[in-house]
């Protein structure tokens, strides 16, 4: 079966650095999505990985290593407003996206 | 980036009627169009693919005949909940794909959070 595994929940704290990692095991890979989802609110596009290795935007970063089906999502200088769940995907050889449970990350002043 | 809009954003309605919600790409588009499902500190579940001029595909365990979706142009989904329930309460969301890109990033509509009492 296709499955994506992250952390149910992180805390971190302002100010700080932070890695949620992903894990994944599908039915062929063409990429793997990383999603921010404030409560209550639908999804927004954070990066999006296809080659190994890392890629940065500002404060966020994500990472990617298709021979150990593995990335992770990098966030720096940690605000309060990046409590939120953050959400792996990937897209599978018939180009569907399945979807991780998502990390609920708690960021303490 | 593109636009999904997403309507209503919030919707109360009695058990036993039927609700609308339209899900528009306002920039774009969008041949297909995908509705999730998401309870309360859970996941996104993938409801069914919406194809613009054809009918849906719709996902294992999912009621194609209580969530009638219609993607009647290339700009326009609608997924209607029939005979609602209270356990049909949840938090709906459309999404589209960026056009001609069947790898790129999904765009979201703001979701539709539905209550049957």
């Known amino acids: 079966g296709q499955n994506i595994d992250q952390p149910t929940e992180m805390t971190a704290t302002e100010g700080a650095i932070v890695q949620i990692n992903c894990t994944y095991q599908?039915?062929?890979?063409?990429?793997l999505f990383w999603y921010q989802q404030h409560a209550g609110e639908a999804p927004t596009f954070l990066s999006y990985n296809v080659l190994d290795g890392l890629e940065e935007k500002g404060r966020f970063s994500s990472f990617l290593s298709r021979s150990k089906g593995y990335s992770y999502l990098l966030l720096k200088e940690l605000q309060m407003k990046d409590s939120a769940s953050y959400l792996c995907?990937?897209?599978?050889?018939?180009?569907?996206?399945?979807w991780g449970a998502g990390t609920k990350l708690i960021i303490k002043p | 980036g593109a636009v999904v809009s997403q309507h209503p954003s919030w919707v109360i309605c009695k058990s036993g009627t039927s609700v609308k919600i339209e899900c528009r790409s306002l920039?774009?588009?969008?041949?297909?169009m995908f509705w999730y499902r998401q309870f309360p500190k859970q996941s996104l579940m993938l409801m069914a693919t919406?194809?613009?001029?054809?009918?849906?595909?719709?996902e294992q365990g999912v009621e194609k005949d209580k969530f009638l979706i219609n993607h009647a142009s290339l700009t326009l989904s609608t997924l209607t909940v029939t005979s609602a329930h209270p356990e049909d309460s949840s938090f709906y969301i459309c999404s589209a794909r960026s056009p001609g890109l069947e790898t790129g990033e999904l765009f979201f509509g703001e979701g539709s959070r539905l209550t049957v009492l």
């Open positions: 920039d774009f588009q969008a041949t297909t």
């Open positions: 599908t039915s062929g890979f063409n990429g």
């Open positions: 919406s194809n613009e001029g054809s009918k849906a595909t719709y």
């Open positions: 995907a990937v897209t599978d050889s018939n180009y569907q996206l399945i």
